[in-house]
Nanobody, 123 residues
Framework: QVQLVESGGGLVQAGGSLRLSCAASGSINRINTMAWYRQAPGKQRELVASITSGGSTNNADSVKGRFTISRDNAKNTVYLQMNSLKPEATAVYYC?????????????????WGRGTLVTVSS
């Protein structure tokens, strides 16, 4: 079993910054792509940013230039630095990881989600 533990969410004023962290734990053979998603009230979940095991990143157009995704492979942790926050960024932010595990000698690929952390940006 693999778990993702998130931290860093909270209330921030427009124009401020937050850094989200997500650490993976459990019986992990390999972590492939890690990503941050968000879901605003009344909207579908959307991809915010992703990062491969080799460090290649991709960001949604709505956050380019303001959000930065990074990872520390030694700590099995992914980060999302959010700067110049706008009220429309208010959402529950979810961490995701593609994880390879070995169970009873068998390789398995898991899509693992964090519990979500609420980010609220006030105007």
């Amino acid at each position: 079993q693999v778990q993702l533990v998130e931290s860093g969410g909270g209330l921030v004023q427009a124009g401020g910054s937050l850094r989200l962290s997500c650490a993976a734990s459990g019986s992990i053979n390999r972590i492939n792509t890690m990503a941050w998603y968000r879901q605003a009230p009344g909207k579908q979940r959307e991809l915010v940013a992703s990062i491969t095991s080799g460090g290649s990143t991709n960001n949604a157009d709505s956050v380019k230039g303001r959000f930065t995704i990074s990872r520390d492979n030694a700590k099995n942790t992914v980060y999302l630095q959010m700067n110049s926050l706008k009220p429309e960024a208010t959402a529950v932010y979810y961490c995701h990881a593609g994880v390879v595990v070995i169970t009873t000698g068998t390789y398995r690929y898991l899509d693992v989600w964090g519990r979500g952390t609420l980010v609220t940006v006030s105007s």
